[in-house]
């Protein structure tokens, strides 16, 4: 599991005990641990997600499929 991904969950809205429903083999902690990284390197992250966007669209573009 990665941070991306709990921090979508987390831009979607939920909650970090919403989240580990989601994820049930995640702890509360380990959710909470996450989202503290995500918050002290936001930056970062946030490039990474961006850019992992425009890569899915690229694939979209080249191939007529949904990658996102």
């Given at each position: 599991?990665?941070?991306?991904?709990?921090?979508?969950?987390?831009?979607l809205?939920?909650?970090?005990?919403?989240?580990?429903?989601?994820?049930?083999h995640?702890?509360?902690?380990?959710?909470?641990?996450?989202?503290?990284y995500?918050?002290?390197?936001?930056?970062?992250?946030?490039?990474?997600?961006?850019?992992e966007?425009?890569?899915?669209?690229?694939?979209?573009?080249?191939?007529?499929?949904?990658?996102s």
């Amino acid at each position: 599991m990665t941070v991306r991904r709990i921090v979508g969950w987390y831009k979607l809205g939920l909650s970090p005990e919403e989240i580990i429903v989601e994820i049930p083999h995640l702890t509360l902690a380990q959710v909470h641990a996450a989202l503290a990284y995500y918050h002290a390197n936001r930056e970062e992250i946030e490039q990474d997600i961006a850019e992992e966007e425009v890569v899915a669209e690229q694939l979209e573009q080249q191939h007529g499929k949904s990658y996102s």
